[in-house]
């Protein structure tokens, strides 16, 4: 009976954690201005809860502006799940550190969200327009590479049909990469509500000194306020504004940073690595396959500006690396790039094999200052793998106690061995000099076949099987061919690596197929007349 109960405690505390979890909370921003809106959604994948959040805890600090709500299936696994989402646009009622809290819907609550809302500008240029742009520096100077962020505004009280433009930004001795598609919001100016166009572009100064952003333009149709009869052409008015021209200063290299090292200048970066399986948690033996994954992440930097990280070069340890994998995140601060490495280790040898510890050198452009980052020089402690010995364990001497007369077993042996040796003699006076050998299976054409087939599909798997059974009907093992052929050798080590790591579907199989053909023959033993293969009579006269 007390069993049955902790187990309906048990999972009673797990459906409540669930429950919990069902209403997720998510903002499109946690940095704005004074006046402005951002919207707030509210998710939950629980088919029994029915009605609306409960938003009453929103009011000491914020103003509700609108509610929408949309339903959806998606698919995940084969099982269909449906959602609720509401999407709520709040407008802060003050600035400062704020606090969205948990919001409830039936039993299930979101988690509280964190915001910072700065004091608006009052001073703001052309406050008094319908329609005006602001172009703004997420800092006046920095460094060459570095990341500044431009972000561009569009105010507009009045409505502006979809036909809007905004001039490209282009500049020289710069990179600009756009930071995700453009946001729309509102903000309260001086008592008049206005809807806002926000766009913001990554710049990556290439050469020190002055950088000038010019104006950039914007174009619109600003609707007519006045009553339009349904059905007639839209009428409205051309507006055509730009943004004040900005001067960013950039900084050469530091004279401390180090001489033939990446140049990296990031607000943060940080190295991670993984193990599957982990050597930290069970036993690594010769031959075993460890994938390890590292990810270097640096905060203001594009994806390509991260350089290659060192390679783990390790006696004992053979490494099969994969293409690295790039990717650029998008955040409130900027670009967030991420360069992750993967590579398969195989150990050759038991003991302990050190690896390395990894360094990368950056430069800190927050506090301004060089900085080093790192992984922790690791040992992986690799065991024999008894499937890979190559002797048979001998026994642990536990007959010696049962003896059976040496000199009878020595004479039997004798004297079977004898009549062995001249029961094969006398048979072999009838035979020919050489005798083919029955073949069994598939045919050596055959066996070929298949593996041109599988090398011309660049398909790792397939080609193994094909290759060990073609290997199987030559006079010379595979690893005699690959010892005396180099190009064999190296094909053979390139279809190993594309089975060792996860990028098979890289290998290509023709290199492997003209090794094949290339073949040598293996030498001949010559007897005295210069005739290949032909044996001594067996009774010379």
């Not at 809807?195 to 950088?211: D, F, K, M």
């Not at 730009?242 to 970066?269: E, F, H, M, N, Q």
Request: glycine share 6%; hydrophobic share 35%; with cysteine.
């Amino acid at each position: 009976m007390s069993r049955l109960g902790v187990f309906l405690i048990t999972l009673l505390l797990s459906l409540a954690a669930q429950a919990e979890l069902t209403l997720q909370a998510s903002v499109d921003r946690t940095r704005l201005q004074a006046g402005e809106t951002l919207e707030l959604t509210l998710e939950s994948q629980d088919v029994t809860q029915f009605g609306k959040p409960d938003l009453r805890a929103l009011e000491p600090d914020f103003e509700v502006r609108g509610t929408r709500q949309l339903n959806s299936l998606h698919t995940l696994d084969g099982e269909t799940r449906a959602s609720t989402r509401w999407i709520i646009t709040l407008l802060p009622r003050r600035s400062g550190s704020l606090r969205i809290p948990e919001l409830q819907l039936g039993q299930s609550h979101s988690q509280a969200i964190e915001l910072q809302v700065q004091q608006a500008d009052s001073q703001r240029p052309d406050a008094a327009s319908q329609v005006f742009v602001e172009a703004t520096l997420d800092s006046s100077e920095v460094y060459v590479q570095a990341q500044a962020v431009l972000t561009l505004r569009i105010y507009h009280s009045v409505a502006l049909y979809d036909d809007s433009s905004l001039s490209p930004l282009q500049l020289e001795n710069a990179k600009v990469d756009p930071l995700g598609e453009s946001r729309t919001y509102e903000k309260d100016i001086n008592g008049v509500r206005h809807g806002v166009i926000e766009t913001r572009y990554a710049i990556y100064p290439q050469q020190s000194g002055n950088l000038d952003i010019p104006p950039l333009a914007f174009t619109a149709t600003a609707a007519d306020n006045g009553e339009q009869p349904a059905g007639t052409p839209r009428v409205g008015r051309q507006v055509q504004v730009s943004s004040l021209p900005l001067r960013l200063t950039v900084k050469p290299i530091p004279a401390s940073y180090p001489k033939d090292t990446p140049w990296l200048p990031a607000r943060g970066l940080t190295l991670e690595e993984h193990w599957n399986p982990d050597p930290a948690s069970q036993p690594t033996q010769i031959g075993d396959s460890l994938t390890r994954n590292i990810t270097l992440r640096a905060e203001g930097l594009s994806s390509t500006q991260l350089p290659p990280l060192p390679a783990t070069e390790t006696l004992g340890l053979r490494r099969y690396p994969d293409q690295p994998l790039l990717r650029n995140e998008i955040g409130e601060r900027g670009m967030v790039a991420n360069r992750e490495e993967r590579e398969a280790l195989v150990p050759t040898h038991s003991g302990e094999l050190a690896l390395p510890a990894l360094e990368v050198t950056w430069w800190n452009t927050r506090e301004n200052h060089l900085e080093h980052s790192s992984l922790p020089a690791r040992t992986l402690n690799v065991q024999d793998n008894p499937a890979l010995s190559a002797d048979t364990p001998v026994g642990d001497g536990t007959t010696s106690n049962r003896p059976l007369w040496p000199w009878q077993l020595a004479t039997l042996v004798f004297a079977l061995t004898t009549l062995l040796g001249f029961a094969l003699w006398w048979r072999a006076r009838s035979q020919p000099a050489v005798l083919r050998a029955a073949q069994t299976g598939p045919s050596p054409r055959t066996l070929l076949d298949d593996l041109k087939r599988a090398c011309q599909a660049n398909d790792p798997q397939a080609t193994r099987q094909a290759l060990d059974a073609w290997a199987r009907q030559q006079p010379e093992t595979l690893a005699e061919m690959a010892a005396r052929f180099v190009p064999l050798s190296d094909a053979l080590d390139g279809l190993n690596g594309a089975l060792y790591s996860e990028s098979g579907q890289y290998w290509h199989g023709d290199e492997l197929w003209r090794a094949i053909g290339d073949i040598p023959p293996a030498e001949q033993v010559l007897t005295p007349t210069g005739e290949p293969g032909s044996l001594p009579p067996l009774y010379p006269k």
